[in-house]
């Protein structure tokens, strides 16, 4: 394993196109925020040296990541990405990211996340998977559906199972955060929720107050920051050695 307080310097370039062209891409390196680049423009930061650099949005797709084998640099210390935007007229947009090796341009893999969100509403894909991509795929599910307000996972049928994948990947902001509502907030209370929730007007507070709770959470405390690093973490230590 490499030496990880050695600093690689990363030049990452966004190629100017009409496509996307006033969305700012926030992007992130192993789950660290790295700064906001824009259409056209170059950001230049440095990161802690790895075998693996997982390059990719706040959204999981893999219209959105890129993953750099230290061993396809031609320099270990300077890493340059390019970021190109395709699509978008006939078919949704989508980004292609390239180095370059030997003088030339070398398209990046990237991950593939579309077998994982399948097997959130697929039971039987969801059993064919092990038991790491089954844990990866429950906390993909949760981020999702958090993302609109906590009440989606409360009314899931998997939280139970979302919440103790989070507590497996170390996403402690969320687990505490949804074990105190489950616990206090909706103590007594049966859960999941079933649609007739919604004409109880105190389990409706109930479900305002959470989502309260949830959204001060991510504002304060980094709750969805959190989660995202550990789900980049989980791929780079279990999907990609």
């Given at each position: 394993?490499?030496?990880k307080?050695?600093?690689?310097?990363?030049?990452?370039a966004?190629?100017?196109?009409?496509?996307?062209?006033?969305?700012?891409?926030?992007?992130?390196?192993?789950?660290?925020?790295?700064?906001?680049?824009?259409?056209?423009?170059?950001?230049?930061?440095?990161?802690?040296?790895?075998?693996?650099?997982f390059?990719?949005?706040?959204?999981?797709?893999?219209?959105r990541?890129?993953?750099?084998?230290?061993?396809?640099?031609?320099?270990?210390?300077?890493?340059?990405?390019?970021?190109?935007?395709?699509?978008?007229?006939?078919?949704?947009?989508?980004?292609?990211?390239?180095?370059?090796?030997?003088?030339?341009?070398?398209?990046?893999?990237?991950?593939?996340?579309?077998r994982?969100?399948?097997?959130?509403?697929?039971?039987?894909?969801?059993s064919?998977?092990?038991?790491?991509?089954?844990?990866?795929?429950?906390?993909?599910?949760?981020?999702?559906?958090?993302?609109?307000?906590?009440?989606?996972?409360?009314?899931?049928?998997?939280?139970?199972?979302?919440?103790?994948?989070?507590?497996?990947?170390?996403?402690a902001?969320?687990?505490?955060?949804?074990?105190?509502?489950t616990?206090?907030?909706?103590?007594?209370?049966?859960?999941?929720?079933?649609?007739?929730?919604?004409?109880?007007k105190?389990?409706?507070?109930?479900?305002?107050?959470?989502n309260?709770?949830?959204?001060?959470?991510?504002?304060?405390?980094?709750?969805?920051?959190?989660?995202?690093?550990?789900?980049?973490?989980?791929?780079?230590?279990?999907?990609?050695?």
């Open positions: 394993m490499n030496d307080t050695e600093k690689v310097k990363f030049q990452i966004r190629k100017r196109t009409l496509v996307e062209a006033l969305i700012p891409y926030k992007l992130f390196i192993n789950g660290e925020y790295v700064g906001i680049l824009k259409n056209g423009k170059t950001l230049i930061t440095e990161v802690a040296r790895s075998d693996y650099y390059l990719d949005s706040s959204y999981q797709s893999d219209t990541n890129c993953i750099i084998c230290a061993s396809v640099l031609n320099d270990p210390s300077e890493v340059f990405v390019e970021i190109r935007c395709a699509g978008g007229f006939k078919s949704l947009p989508y980004n292609k990211f390239f180095t370059v090796k030997n003088g030339a341009y070398v398209k990046l893999p990237s991950f593939d996340y579309s994982y969100y399948a097997a959130c509403f697929d039971e039987k894909l969801f064919g998977l092990t038991e790491q991509e089954r844990i990866f795929t429950r906390c993909l599910q949760f981020f999702n559906e958090v993302a609109d307000a906590a009440d989606e996972v409360l009314f899931d049928d998997k939280m139970p199972e979302m919440l103790d994948a989070l507590q497996c990947i170390g996403a902001k969320y687990t505490h955060i949804f074990r105190y509502i616990d206090n907030l909706f103590s007594g209370i049966s859960l999941p929720l079933k649609d007739e929730a919604d004409n109880d105190d389990l409706l507070r109930k479900i305002h107050e959470a309260k709770l949830v959204w001060d959470s991510e504002k304060k405390n980094g709750s969805a920051e959190e989660l995202h690093k550990c789900l980049v973490e989980y791929i780079i230590h279990n999907f990609l050695e």
